[in-house]
């Protein structure tokens, strides 16, 4: 399992980007992501994000890093074609009173692009930015160091997090231990012999981080200095003008009525394009 | 006597955890020079990682108890001074790689702790580049440390407290979870800090084979107090420290301290001078190889575990196994050796279908894993891993091990089961005891216990003696022993060399994914070049008996009794 993001080492053009640039970059996707839930659109903005993927040679482990995700996105249009109110259906299940529509198909494409594209575009951060020159970078834009570290460590530990949980489930399935139980209960029960252990082993790894930083002078002095400083360049400035004309466009495409799958104007009066 | 600089002056020092009732610690004296080589050895929990923890200062500043007495380093106390204004004068190392890794290049992990204390960036770079060098990673700056080996992490580790400039170094058991390459790296890396740039060295350790032949001093540590100190070669014949049962004494040490021909001969801490000393002792006499010389061959039984050209692949695409065939015996007692990484795990792990071979057929009892579910395989072999803590999960010691049992069985067959199992295991009467209040060697005995509880034919053991002392090695290795009368097979899976070969009739060892060696224990043991390849080295008795070969005596001699028998025999021929 690799569900999660973590740095790889590179020295391709996004990598030497100026973080403050990729935060910029970050949360233009993240706003643009927001204004449309057309499948187009957002497939659009999906596939720029790839881009930046592949210039940062990144590409293959992005596109494993969502690929388990999948299934969660066919769940996603699934759910959202039943529920979504839209006019012009395809189908229509007389017994279940049910209708199928080419709204609600788009919308829940759309969402899934959606949920896709805020993934991909965290992966991209995190994959090609050492964790250092993002925290300074946070720092200079007003977040304090320690609480972007706190945060930075979150991520860190993830992928340890989730080497201990597979080495716990084998140790408990190797002595007998069926967590794949015949009933709800005594699956949660066995699930207990998991998440037991796991709480155990992450508490002592806390108390363990904590002598490290300790004995690193984590917090000692209140001006921490940092051994490179960020150098904004040419791509720093080709990154914020691609960015910057991506959320432009894209904001005076969505004034223009463009991008809403028709159904939501059913269900948010005021909102679409009048 | 006072040495000319003292760097590191402990007085009186005593000191109880918070929630203990009895010190871990009792009026410890202790004064450590500049320059200064210390091992600090002793019995798990005789209080090594805690006088680690009072030199750097984590006692009392982080961690909180009853102290008394005084430390201090280059006159500066400790109890009066913060860990960051101590980690410029201490730097430290400790036991587990991973949670000392807090950054997301080699390079910014040694300036991790010097940006901490606001250094200038350009003396940061230096410094990050001597730390480097220091250790040997300099062209590994920009790696990701997570993805280093464990040697290489360790050696980060020590890089990081080295950028902060201390004089002193603290380890506590730097290598406890190392493969011996990774060991041997990290060993060669102190002696060089400790030789090239006159740093303190101060190291806790249990391995003392490797290390005792660079030591200045040796501190031994027993219920939290010092009992011996000084030179290595005197410690080791020191009657109080011979008679501590916990202390593994390292082999040669062992032997000649078993020998009363060799008591006006120095301890030796090398193989060589070890053959020097023999030799010398031999004169002119030579061993006469007697009847007794046993074959060296493995008893034929029915098959209970067979591979067939096994190969492995992960699905990140990197290749475990490549065309492994091996055939394991009923009741036989095998071990699996190599380095991390070698294919030993992921081996084992097929054995009771945790992984299903990419291509190739495991049979086990004739059952193909690729066809059975891990829980059925669970009655036939048995796998206890190596950390307890990823296993135990109830309060009582009786819950935990009928836990399995109790959902394929009646309740009076259980309780029987249980009972026979914690037997089985020297943990009778103890059923119903708390999980949490058991030490290491009884938590991973209660591990094998709960294993044995499904009644499987075969048990797997996952480094079994991992952080083990001397008393509770014999206690988990006398329990597979026990099993293996029961009429189980034995696989274990084992960096310890000496406990391999004291134990197991059988070798298997894997390198680069394929079986190299494969054989019965007195076999494989000589094959000095073959092992070389994979960094294992024969147990420092086999490679003294090797040595000694041109005397007459036999090349395979594995174990201390052995070599005992074997060396007083040649010895007693002609007085």
Not at chain 1, 134 to 146: D, E, M, Q, R, V
Not at chain 2, 491 to 506: G, K, L, N, T
Request: one cysteine or more; aromatic letters at 8%.
């Amino acid at each position: 399992m690799s569900f999660y993001a973590q740095y790889i080492p590179g020295g391709s053009s996004i990598h030497r980007m100026d973080p403050r640039t990729k935060l910029t970059w970050l949360a233009v996707i993240y706003t643009v992501v927001l204004l449309f839930d057309h499948p187009m659109f957002l497939g659009l903005i999906f596939l720029s994000v790839l881009l930046i993927a592949s210039l940062g040679e990144i590409l293959r482990p992005c596109l494993k890093f969502l690929s388990p995700f999948g299934i969660f996105c066919v769940f996603i249009v699934l759910v959202w074609t039943l529920i979504f109110p839209g006019q012009t259906p395809i189908v229509v299940i007389g017994i279940l009173n049910l209708s199928i529509t080419v709204e609600a198909v788009l919308h829940g494409l759309g969402v899934a692009l959606r949920f896709l594209s805020l993934l991909a575009v965290t992966f991209v951060l995190i994959a090609t930015t050492k964790i250092g020159d993002l925290l300074l970078g946070a720092k200079k834009i007003g977040i304090p160091y320690t609480i972007g570290f706190l945060f930075a460590s979150t991520v860190r530990f993830l992928p340890v997090l989730l080497d201990e949980f597979d080495t716990i489930l084998d140790a408990q399935r190797s002595r007998g231990l069926r967590i794949e139980g015949p009933s709800i209960i005594s699956r949660a029960r066995n699930l207990l012999a998991v998440l037991v252990p796991l709480l155990l082993v992450s508490f002592k790894r806390v108390k363990l981080v904590g002598y490290a930083l300790e004995t690193r002078a984590f917090g000692a002095s209140k001006e921490r200095t940092f051994m490179r400083d960020l150098k904004a360049g040419k791509r720093d400035a080709a990154m914020l003008v691609f960015s910057v004309a991506l959320l432009v466009s894209l904001v005076l495409l969505r004034l223009g009525g463009y991008g809403i799958v028709g159904g939501l104007r059913g269900l948010f009066p005021g909102f679409g394009p009048s | 006597m006072f040495p000319p600089m003292s760097s590191v002056t402990i007085n009186d020092l005593t000191f109880s955890y918070e929630d203990s009732p009895s010190p871990a610690l009792t009026g410890i004296n202790l004064r450590v020079s500049a320059g200064e080589f210390v091992l600090l050895t002793g019995a798990t929990g005789a209080g090594k990682s805690t006088l680690c923890y009072c030199i750097n200062g984590l006692i009392p500043n982080s961690v909180r108890g009853k102290y008394s007495g005084d430390v201090s380093i280059d006159g500066v106390r400790v109890a009066d001074t913060e860990v960051k204004d101590i980690c410029i004068r201490v730097g430290s190392v400790f036991q587990d790689p991973e949670s000392q890794i807090l950054t997301t290049t080699v390079e910014e992990e040694v300036a991790f702790g010097p940006e901490n204390l606001g250094v200038k960036p350009a003396e940061i770079q230096e410094r990050a580049a001597f730390a480097l060098e220091a250790v040997g990673l300099q062209d590994m700056r920009d790696r990701f440390p997570y993805a280093l080996s464990g040697g290489q992490k360790q050696r980060l580790a020590i890089a990081t407290a080295l950028a902060m400039l201390p004089q002193v170094l603290v380890l506590d058991e730097p290598t406890a979870q190392l493969d011996p390459k990774g060991t041997e790296e990290v060993f060669s890396v102190v002696k060089d800090l400790n030789n090239r740039y006159g740093k303190t060295i101060i190291i806790a350790e249990h391995k003392l084979d490797d290390l005792l032949r660079f030591v200045d001093r040796m501190v031994v540590l027993s219920y939290g107090r010092l009992v011996a100190a000084g030179k290595p070669q005197e410690v080791l014949r020191n009657q109080e420290v011979r008679d501590n049962r916990n202390l593994r004494i390292p082999q040669l040490a062992s032997l000649f301290n078993l020998i009363p021909e060799f008591s006006t001969y120095p301890i030796p801490l090398t193989v060589e001078s070890a053959v020097a000393s023999v030799k010398t002792a031999l004169g002119a006499r030579r061993y006469k190889p007697n009847v007794r010389e046993q074959e060296a061959k493995l008893v034929q039984s029915e098959i209970a575990i067979s591979m067939l050209d096994v190969s492995f692949r992960y699905p990140n695409g990197v290749a475990a196994l490549k065309g492994i065939s091996l055939e394991i015996g009923k009741g036989q007692y095998v071990a699996l050796i190599g380095q991390n990484g070698s294919g030993k795990t992921t081996l084992a792990k097929h054995l009771n279908g945790l992984l299903r071979p990419t291509s190739g057929v495991v049979l086990v009892f004739g059952l193909d894993t690729k066809r059975t579910s891990v829980g059925e395989l669970a009655g036939h072999v048995g796998y206890a891993f190596q950390n307890p803590d990823h296993q135990i999960f109830l309060d009582k010691v009786f819950d935990e091990v009928a836990y399995a049992p109790r959902r394929v069985r009646k309740r009076h067959d259980v309780d029987e089961i249980v009972h026979r199992s914690l037997e089985l295991v020297g943990l009778q009467g103890r059923d119903q005891d708390f999980t949490f209040t058991l030490g290491l060697s009884e938590r991973r005995r209660l591990t094998i216990a709960s294993v044995l509880a499904m009644q499987p034919e075969v048990v797997i053991l996952d480094e079994p003696t991992a952080g083990l002392d001397h008393e509770e090695t014999l206690s988990v290795m006398n329990v597979t022993k026990k099993l293996q009368r029961e009429g189980k097979t034995v696989i274990i899976v084992s960096h310890d060399i000496p406990v391999v070969a004291e134990y197991a009739e059988r070798i298997v060892v894997l390198y680069d994914g394929q079986i190299l060696l494969d054989g019965p224990t007195r076999e494989v043991l000589t094959q000095v070049e073959l092992l070389d390849r994979t960094y294992v080295k024969p147990p420092p008795i086999t490679q003294l008996f090797m040595q000694l070969a041109d005397r007459g005596f036999p090349r395979d001699v594995h174990t201390l009794s052995e070599a005992q028998t074997t060396l007083s025999h040649a010895l007693g021929e002609y007085p």
